[in-house]
């Protein structure tokens, strides 16, 4: 599938997408592990109603990290909106997951004319958090403030992408594949149970657990408030608690927000649970308000 991608270059990078399908544009975002192959099974089902965009971010599959490349969320925010522009796509609605997630909610604080929709995966919303992962006042901080909170994202962060990270400086991509899934999944999934799309992708886009910091970012909790637009959020029951917390910490910002929790579903809620991931996308951009919290 990669020769029939095609390139925009911007900002001195070059993102790889594909287009398909024709009416309001609709555009896919990866998070920092995958790339556009992760949206292989959820795009095609939108094509008849929605001009769908699947893409690769800065650094991702087919293309390759450059060291000391800037891959900020600012960078990465700034891609998105050059290519909506480019493309002529405004106001489109917009899916991220995990730090895509991110980049998607920053897109809409900087960039409201661009964006008619967000729908929000278990976004890496970090301001939601602590502003330095390495103080330790700041993580007792969250810990008072919410116990299991502050509990899932230290063991996030020392169970997976602590030391996913020193094994990319070692050289050693196996283990920090191995670590990251660990935290990830809350150690309820291991590479050998992984699916194989996910495992290819993680292979191939793993040097960006180090290259994309989603705690490199000027954004501030209250800065959601800037968000107009209808916001979808998306939990899956199986995923580390934290993300749960962020989701509900966004929700309390965005005055046009709603959540829903994906049961049977971990942190790729599009690959566990995919037709229910089709179906609360589907019912949400047919719907004309924002609902209540609701489980499925």
């Given amino acids: 599938m990669d020769n029939l991608l095609q390139t925009f270059n911007v900002n001195g990078v070059t993102l790889h997408y594909s287009k398909t399908g024709s009416g309001q544009p609709l555009i896919f975002l990866p998070g920092n592990v995958s790339d556009y192959r992760t949206w292989s099974n959820i795009y095609q089902r939108f094509a008849d109603g929605y001009e769908c965009y699947v893409l690769s971010r800065r650094f991702q599959h087919p293309a390759k990290y450059i060291m000391n490349g800037d891959n900020s969320v600012a960078a990465n925010t700034a891609d998105i909106a050059a290519f909506i522009k480019d493309k002529n796509l405004s106001p489109a609605i917009v899916v991220g997951h995990s730090n895509g997630g991110l980049v998607t909610l920053n897109l809409a604080i900087q960039h409201p004319e661009l964006v008619h929709a967000v729908i929000a995966e278990e976004p890496m919303f970090v301001p939601a958090l602590v502003r330095n992962p390495k103080n330790p006042l700041q993580l007792i901080g969250l810990m008072l403030k919410n116990f299991n909170a502050g509990k899932s994202f230290a063991r996030l962060g020392m169970k997976g992408i602590g030391p996913s990270i020193k094994a990319l400086a070692k050289g050693d991509s196996q283990t920090a594949q191995e670590a990251f899934i ?80 994906i049961s049977g579903a971990g942190h790729w809620i599009h690959i566990d649970q995919t037709d229910k991931f089709v179906t609360t996308i589907s019912n949400f951009l047919k719907s004309k308000t924002a609902a209540n919290n609701s489980r499925l």
Avoid: R
Wanted: net charge negative; glycine share 4%.
């Fill in 182 to 261: 660990n935290g990830v999944t809350d150690g309820k999934k291991t590479l050998a149970t992984l699916d194989e799309l996910t495992k290819q992708q993680l292979a191939d886009n793993i040097a960006n657990v180090a290259a994309e910091d989603p705690f490199n970012n000027n954004i501030k909790l209250t800065d959601l408030a800037k968000i107009k637009c209808k916001v979808l959020l998306l939990s899956g029951t199986e995923s580390p608690y934290v993300f749960h917390y962020i989701n509900e910490e966004v929700k309390k910002q965005i005055s046009q927000s709603e959540l829903i929790i």
